[in-house]
């Protein structure tokens, strides 16, 4: 069963911008340590930044909230597996919100994709809730 979508398309441009304007403020603000380290690990760790910008915004969509009722951006966080695909780490309050919104019966899987082609990053998010069993 599907419980929440969300989805997120941002100018890479702008993220450009808040980097060059706030620096360490902005990315230690929005960012964990292991997106940071994935980021710039990368060639183009701007184009990384912005899709996991709109990873955070396309979830918190996802959740009803927005960044907003206690839920921040560093509480949803982008894990890549290692052949690369990226799931998404819920902590603190976005992860309260998505058990609130879990039937109490059944367990919660967050998918998201993302992609880029300059200037554009975008992401879309499904939370889907399934039988314990099958997780
Ligand atoms: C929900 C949120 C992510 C929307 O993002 P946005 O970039 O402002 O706007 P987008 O164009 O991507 O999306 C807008 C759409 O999101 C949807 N939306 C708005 N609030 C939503 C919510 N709580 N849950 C799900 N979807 C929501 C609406 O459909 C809206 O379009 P509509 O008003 O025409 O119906 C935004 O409210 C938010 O939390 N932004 C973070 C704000 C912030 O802190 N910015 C500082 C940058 S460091």
Not at 51 to 78: H, N, S
Request: overall charge positive; glycine content about 8%.
């Amino acid at each position: 069963m599907i419980i929440g979508i969300g989805s997120d398309i941002i100018d890479i441009r702008r993220i450009e911008r808040s980097v060059d304007r706030f620096g360490e403020r902005f990315l230690n603000r929005v960012f964990t340590e292991g997106e940071r380290a994935k980021a710039e690990s990368r060639r183009r760790s701007i184009d990384t930044y912005a899709k996991r910008f709109a990873a955070k915004e396309a979830c918190a969509k996802a959740l009803g909230t927005g960044i907003y009722r206690g839920v921040t951006w560093k509480q949803i966080e982008v894990v890549n597996l290692q052949g690369g695909k990226p799931t998404l780490r819920l902590t603190g309050a976005a992860a309260e919100r998505l058990e609130e919104l879990t039937p109490s019966t059944l367990n919660t899987l967050v998918h998201v994709t993302l992609t880029d082609d300059h200037p554009w990053a975008q992401a879309f998010v499904v939370i889907e809730a399934v039988e314990r069993h099958l997780i």
